[in-house]
């Protein structure tokens, strides 16, 4: 069974367009993040929610909209794609922010990735 | 730039040599540390961690090392295997701050 799993892998869609992405994992995790990969591979949190609370929200355009309506689920929707967005966007999960753990060994464990190219 | 960053962006290795990846970071406040191993259309897969009252950490085949007074983190592959071929970041954070900061990445290519 997959743990962290999205979809789509890929989306294609037009400049202008409202898409969503959605997240789902049965970990049983309480924290539940968001990245954006670049073409040159940089990894970049975007959000992290913990309990259906958002806990990091970094310096990201008002166009991108997380949305958690449990635990076990982290969507983000975006308004208004421009070609900048183009990327590969990662879910991960973890147990609890790893910066709280007790436990050292408190792993994210990310999906597959879905790939969006704007044109 | 960035606070996290790695010395080589690639590295070539042969199969059954040991592998080091480097990374520096300039965050003092950072106490976590994480190496994470990225295959090509995959998500990135945790291999071992570290905080900053260790200075080295082994796991299997993998060790992190340490070094808080040049900010150094490092992590070693023992007996490099063609599976170990991915793409390496770094990440680190701070315990008053939930958010991880990932380094641009290391392409290790094991040679058979």
Known sequence: DTAVSQTPKYLVTQMGNDKSIKCEQNLGHDTMYWYKQDSKKFLKIMFSYNNKELIINETVPNRFSPKSPDKAHLNLHINSLELGDSAVYFCASSQDSPLLAVSSYNEQFFGPGTRLTVL | ?112
């Open chain 2, 1 to 112: 730039g960035e606070s996290v960053g790695l010395h080589l962006p690639t590295l070539s290795v042969q199969e059954g040599d040991n592998s080091i990846i480097n990374c520096a970071y300039s965050n003092s406040a950072s106490d976590y540390f994480i190496w994470y191993k990225q295959e090509s259309g995959k998500g990135p897969q945790f291999i071992i961690d570290i905080r900053s009252n260790m200075d080295k950490r082994q796991g299997q085949r993998v060790t992190v090392l340490l070094n808080k007074t040049v900010k150094h983190l490092s992590l070693q592959i023992a007996a490099t295997q063609p599976g170990d071929s991915a793409v390496y970041f770094c990440a680190e954070g701070a315990s008053n701050d939930y958010k991880l900061s990932f380094g641009a990445g290391t392409t290790v290519t094991v040679r058979a």
